[in-house]
């Protein structure tokens, strides 16, 4: 785990690649502050640079950039490969001789014997560039769900990538403007994030999740999905997703430091912990995070660490301090985000990393991939009315006018793919009406729609509820699965690992019928029914069968802002920034008044507003 960088410039250019290089390093410590490095091509246009997080191979032999044994190929790489050793026995009994322990270095060789289908063989998290200095191509690849991040953007000097923002804007030449259609797009219903590929600044972008690129004379030649959605034609059964379960937390367990655990006694966190302590003969260590003692998260997480004989810590609310790590996240995210659970994350890595412990499992993605959300009770049945009224709709469709619909009707309308996309271009009247300035509101483009639409077109299911759920893993809820599983836990130096976004599981989640995971007519109780199922006996039965509660359930958002953080609110909302005439001030400043006293505003407009109002004050655009 670790910060990666490169710079691949054009022939004219003339700038030092090592003063830049340098910088990412140094923007980038906190991701691997225990060694770096950095390598610079012979005629110093093309330069790597890596800070690293020792997990497996401790030695100077998993230390990057790392070159290949004949000094061809030079790699730095974000992430970790869990089936490493499997790759490396194919390669071994194919005639390849390796030097190192690492997963870093099977990379290398892999891409040596594969080429850029090695990607497809890779089951892990990871974002890496490959440098061939025989072809003088740079070949880059994010992985499936897109755990780790990859920033890049491309300037007259030429193309360069990064683990964060900031070290990408060390890049001299890069376009800063404001991306208004991106800062807009974080206004929208469920939305608390910049959707990729897009960042706040026009000239950054970020590498999709599933895709790869290859650059060559400080040019992007091409870029490509090679990860296609397919569900596994495995049995779907709940014994089988135990056997996946237990071995994607087996493979994940691998390290050469000591591993722990978030546990927020929950189904998903206490079903890992179980499987740890099965495969650990040492008591696993464990975080949890609440309001306060009596926080009924924090009890559930007492309950379940009793169960298994773990060490467990526990860390409660403090507005003051969260408000500043709010500010930290910002700042080294590079753009806004609103989620109070990644500042929870931080301060529960922080504690980890404090304790020694460089490595921890999450239960991210399980109800994204199950359905867990109280909500998708409902979602269920709206799939069905879709499906039942299906003939109906097509014969109304051709006699109205179907682009006035409400929001909720209009996927009804909408083709199969499109319809998550639908909703959210119906949404942009009430959720961009009271803030966005009345000059830009007519050149406004959905950036947040598209990528719906992207990646509907991708999920292999007809059905709605497949369709939206599929949508909120790789565009809507990446907030609180991919980037809450990186962001908080790297600037804590700390890896964190989420053994339900595992390549099988996944596909194993395609393949499940939604009767499976909850029924449209259910108690809560029912939702990741087939999930439940395959953990019952590692999870007592009434942490099993409680009421669903989401991380930081006992913190609402709305009341954090609406009391210790009002005072904040009223300092950013006195004076807002109007973003180049993006948005109208007095149209801010009214719903923020409103929001205070509990109105206005029923979705996340207002809070996600804060977080922009901060970045473009403090840390984003000037005035």
Same mark, same amino acid.
């Given at each position: 785990m670790c910060g990666i960088g490169g710079i691949y410039l054009k022939a004219e250019s003339n700038i030092s690649v090592r003063i830049y290089l340098q910088k990412m390093i140094q923007i980038q410590r906190h991701r691997g502050p225990d060694s770096n490095g950095l390598w610079i091509s012979k005629d110093q246009h093309v330069g790597l640079c890596h800070t690293r997080l020792a997990i497996l191979d401790l030695t100077i032999n998993g230390a990057q950039p790392m070159h290949s044994a004949d000094g061809r190929y030079v790699i730095v790489f974000n992430g970790e490969i869990y089936n490493y050793i499997e790759i490396r026995e194919y390669l071994i009994n194919n005639s390849t001789v390796f030097y190192s322990s690492t997963d870093t270095e099977v990379l290398i060789e892999a891409y040596r014997y594969w080429g850029v289908d090695m990607v497809h063989r890779l089951r892990g998290m990871f974002s890496f560039g490959i440098f061939d200095r025989k072809c003088s191509v740079l070949f880059c690849a994010r992985d499936r769900i897109g755990e780790k991040p990859f920033v890049y953007t491309e300037t007259p000097k030429g193309f360069?990538?990064?683990?964060?923002?900031?070290?990408?804007?060390?890049?001299?030449?890069?376009?800063?403007?404001?991306?208004?259609?991106?800062?807009?797009?974080?206004?929208?219903?469920n939305v608390r994030h910049i959707s990729d590929p897009y960042t706040a600044y026009r000239g950054v972008k970020r590498l999709r999740?599933?895709?790869? +690129?290859?650059?060559?004379?400080?040019?992007?030649?091409?870029?490509?999905? /090679?990860? #296609?959605p397919k569900p596994s034609s495995a049995e779907i059964s709940p014994r089988r997703l135990r056997k996946i379960i237990e071995e994607a937390v087996q493979l994940q367990m691998t390290a050469d430091v000591p591993v722990g655990a978030m546990l927020s006694g929950g189904v998903d966190s206490s079903a890992i912990v179980a499987l740890m302590a099965r495969h650990s003969t040492n008591p696993i260590r464990t975080y949890a995070l609440g309001f306060d003692a009596a926080d009924e998260d924090l009890r559930r997480a007492r309950v379940m660490a009793r169960h298994l004989g773990c060490i467990h810590k526990e860390f409660y609310f403090n507005a003051d301090?969260?408000?500043?790590?709010?500010?930290?996240?910002?700042?080294?995210?590079?753009?806004?985000?609103?989620?109070?659970?990644?500042?929870?994350a931080y301060e529960l890595c922080e504690g980890v990393r404090?304790? &020694?412990? #460089?490595?921890?499992?999450?239960?991210? &993605?399980?109800?994204?991939?199950? /359905?867990? /959300?109280?909500?998708?009770?409902?979602?269920?049945?709206?799939?069905?009315?879709?499906?039942?009224?299906?003939?109906?709709?097509?014969?109304?469709? $051709? +006699?109205?006018?179907?682009? #006035?619909?409400?929001? +909720?009707?209009? +996927?009804?309308?909408?083709?199969?793919?499109?319809? #998550?996309?639908?909703f959210y271009r119906r949404r942009e009247a009430p959720d961009w009406a009271a803030v966005l300035s009345p000059d830009a509101l007519p050149h406004m483009h959905n950036v947040v729609a598209d990528e719906l639409a992207y990646w509907g077109k991708a999920c292999p299911s007809n059905r709605f509820i497949d369709e939206s759920n599929f949508c909120a893993l790789m565009v809507e809820n990446t907030h609180s699965v991919t980037t809450s599983s990186d962001l908080p836990a790297m600037l804590a130096s700390?890896?964190?690992?989420?053994?339900?976004?595992?390549?099988?599981?996944?596909?194993?989640?395609?393949?499940?019928?939604?009767?499976?995971?909850?029924?449209?007519?259910?108690p809560s109780t029912r939702l990741k029914w087939i999930l439940r199922q395959a953990v019952r006996d590692l999870v007592p039965h009434d942490l099993l069968f409680a009421p669903k509660r989401g991380f930081g359930f006992g913190i609402p958002q709305d009341e954090v802002l609406q009391g210790p953080w009002k005072k904040?609110?009223?300092?950013?909302? $006195?004076?807002?920034?109007?973003?180049?005439?993006?948005?109208?001030?007095?149209?801010?400043?009214?719903?923020?008044?409103?929001?205070?006293?509990?109105?206005?505003?029923?979705?996340?407009?207002?809070?996600?507003?804060?977080?922009?109002?901060y970045w473009l004050q403090f840390e984003g655009a000037v005035r």
């Open positions: 360069a990538f990064g683990s964060e923002i900031p070290a990408v804007l060390a890049m001299p030449g890069v376009d800063r403007e404001i991306n208004r259609d991106a800062l807009a797009g974080m206004l929208l219903h999740s599933g895709h790869a +690129m290859l650059i060559k004379s400080g040019r992007i030649e091409k870029v490509w999905q /090679y990860w #296609k301090r969260q408000w500043e790590i709010f500010r930290k996240l910002i700042h080294t995210h590079g753009e806004p985000i609103m989620l109070l659970p990644l500042i929870h404090n304790d &020694g412990i #460089k490595v921890v499992l999450g239960g991210h &993605g399980a109800d994204e991939s199950f /359905y867990g /959300y109280t909500g998708h009770i409902r979602t269920a049945r709206l799939s069905a009315m879709i499906a039942a009224a299906e003939p109906l709709v097509h014969a109304v469709a $051709s +006699m109205v006018e179907t682009t #006035k619909w409400p929001p +909720m009707v209009s +996927m009804f309308f909408a083709p199969p793919g499109q319809r #998550k996309a639908a700390v890896e964190m690992r989420a053994p339900f976004l595992d390549r099988e599981i996944i596909d194993f989640a395609l393949g499940t019928p939604v009767e499976k995971k909850v029924p449209w007519i259910a904040h609110g009223d300092t950013l909302f $006195s004076d807002p920034h109007d973003a180049g005439g993006l948005f109208n001030p007095n149209g801010l400043r009214a719903e923020w008044e409103k929001f205070k006293r509990r109105g206005g505003h029923a979705s996340n407009v207002v809070p996600n507003m804060l977080a922009i109002q």
